[in-house]
């Protein structure tokens, strides 16, 4: 299907940087003989919906602070500035509120999920008083897929409970999820939640919430105050729900997977590991299950209480003002409506106007020309660049390079002849790739060329260099796969 989807497509892209590069590597045997780096996928990262996901008290702070732009212009700069000036306690009040809401929608829900049941009443009394309102609440909510990993909290059970029920420094979490029904896996992990939030010593401050859905997804991401995501890098593409926390100033705690590898810096939020992928997959959860413990234990919670000026906890506050900035500039479904608009909706729109005009005169041009690239392009041959200079390549040396090309039937307006080159890795793999166009230096007759130019090299160390030929002309035309001819060695 993406295939099918690819070969009707002017445009293909990701919905975050990182899922573009993924894109890029796992579709590039649809483009061959094109490198990873130049296969046409780019990336427009998701956003969201700013005035949908922002709580009832943020809107009204935003509304006297930042103004009334403030939900149709949330990406301009000299709006989201002014969330600095709100002040510190009545940020932490409003927050504060959210999450008393949060607690009571949650011991409504519990209440609703056990009568369903029929508990006995010694249980629906427990169940009525879950969760405290000052403690500090992290929340995890998303579909069990497996990759998401909710099992990475869970496995070390000892070192979890101490955390919850510490004296002076409590934590509470709050799950929430579905998985597929036929996702085995999912299921399993939801039964683990369960039972673990069954224990006696942690039941009151570790809840999981059935039937997740977008009621229960608003409550959580403004009433946390820390927002949980574990996903296998680079397993989630995007990842949402993170950036409506962050919107409302719950801080993210994630591995640098999707958006999270774009919207992380230490003053926003924390990461777990420096974005490693792994292959083996047991040492991976259990290195990065350890590292969300420490963070948990050394950073956050220390942070959260750290209450030496009166009751507010600064330099938390301090990073949810920077968090709410970060979304709000960079994460809105405006700034990505915008994207799309520019990059691919109006150059589209525009470009099928041209196509059908004069009764599809360009379409059939368009038609003509791949029909013609593709009748002769196997008769095309391209010999190794030959450099003029014998000396050592140094730094900020030009060299001139040609190479001899064989076009058969094709002109030289109708192809592009690049040479392709970059400091070298191994001897087979460039670093990066650079191209810089070719011309025509000479014409030998019989479709037989001499091209030509010159290179200005601005690193040092080996370079390695090859040339090609690719059609000249617009992206559908240039990205026909086959459509490329290497220079052989
Ligand atoms: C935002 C949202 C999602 C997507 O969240 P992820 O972070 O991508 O898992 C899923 N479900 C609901 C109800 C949401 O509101």
Same mark, same amino acid.
């Not at 070719?438 to 030998?444: G, L, P, Q």
């Not at 060329?449 to 010159?454: F, Q």
């Not at 390695?464 to 059609?471: A, E, I, L, N, Y």
């Given at each position: 299907m993406f295939v099918l989807g690819v070969r009707f497509a002017q445009y293909l892209n990701g919905v975050s940087e990182l899922h573009g590069r993924v894109a890029r590597r796992m579709w590039s045997h649809a483009w061959p003989k094109r490198s990873e780096d130049e296969i046409p996928i780019t990336h427009v990262t998701n956003g969201v919906h700013v005035p949908t996901w922002i709580s009832y008290e943020f809107a009204l702070l935003f509304e006297r602070y930042l103004g009334p732009d403030w939900s149709i212009s949330p990406w301009k700069k000299d709006i989201s500035k002014r969330i600095e000036e709100i002040y510190n306690e009545e940020l932490w009040r409003a927050h504060e509120m959210n999450r008393s809401r949060l607690i009571r929608t949650c011991r409504e829900l519990m209440k609703q999920q056990y009568q369903r049941r029929n508990a006995p009443k010694a249980v629906m009394d427990e169940v009525e008083a879950v969760l405290d309102q000052d403690i500090l609440t992290i929340g995890f909510a998303r579909r069990f897929a497996s990759y998401k990993r909710a099992y990475l909290l869970l496995m070390d059970p000892e070192r979890l409970e101490a955390i919850i029920t510490s004296k002076t420094h409590p934590v509470q979490f709050i799950f929430s999820g579905k998985a597929h029904p036929k996702d085995r896996e999912g299921k399993d992990l939801i039964r683990q939640l369960i039972l673990f939030s069954q224990k006696k010593g942690v039941r009151h401050r570790f809840i999981f919430l059935e039937n997740y859905d977008p009621h229960i997804a608003r409550h959580l991401i403004q009433g946390a105050d820390v927002w949980l995501n574990t996903p296998r890098r680079p397993y989630e593409a995007c990842g949402t729900s993170g950036m409506k926390a962050a919107l409302n100033g719950v801080l993210n705690i994630s591995t640098l997977d999707g958006w999270w590898a774009e919207g992380y810096s230490e003053s926003t939020g924390w990461c777990i590991g420096n974005g490693e992928e792994y292959s083996d997959h047991k040492y991976q959860d259990a290195v990065e299950s350890q590292a969300l413990y420490n963070i948990l234990e050394n950073d956050v919670i220390p942070l959260f209480y750290e209450r030496k000026n009166g009751d507010l906890p600064l330099q938390w506050i301090k990073m949810m003002k920077a968090a709410m900035k970060m979304a709000m500039l960079r994460f809105s479904s405006h700034k990505m409506v915008e994207n799309y608009g520019k990059r691919f909706y109006l150059p589209a729109a525009s470009r099928m106007r041209g196509l059908v005009e004069n009764e599809a005169a360009e379409a059939k041009r368009l038609s003509r020309q791949l029909d013609r690239l593709k009748a002769h392009w196997d008769n095309i041959q391209i010999k190794s660049p030959v450099m003029n200079s014998k000396d050592p390549l140094h730094t900020g040396a030009t060299v001139h390079v040609t190479a001899e090309v064989h076009l058969g039937q094709l002109m030289p307006h109708e192809v592009s002849v690049d040479i392709y080159y970059g400091p070298l890795k191994t001897v087979e793999t460039l670093q990066t790739s650079n191209t810089e166009k070719? =011309? #025509?230096?000479?014409? $030998? @007759?019989? @479709?037989? &060329? #001499? &091209? @030509? !130019?010159? %290179? =200005? %090299?601005? /690193? =040092? +160390? $080996?370079? +390695?260099?090859? !040339? /090609? #030929?690719?059609?000249q002309g617009d992206d559908w035309v240039k990205f026909t796969p086959g459509l490329v001819t290497w220079a052989i060695p």
């Open positions: 070719m =011309t #025509v230096k000479e014409d $030998r @007759g019989n @479709g037989n &060329y #001499v &091209y @030509g !130019c010159d %290179l =200005t %090299l601005n /690193r =040092t +160390g $080996r370079y +390695g260099f090859t !040339c /090609r #030929v690719t059609p």
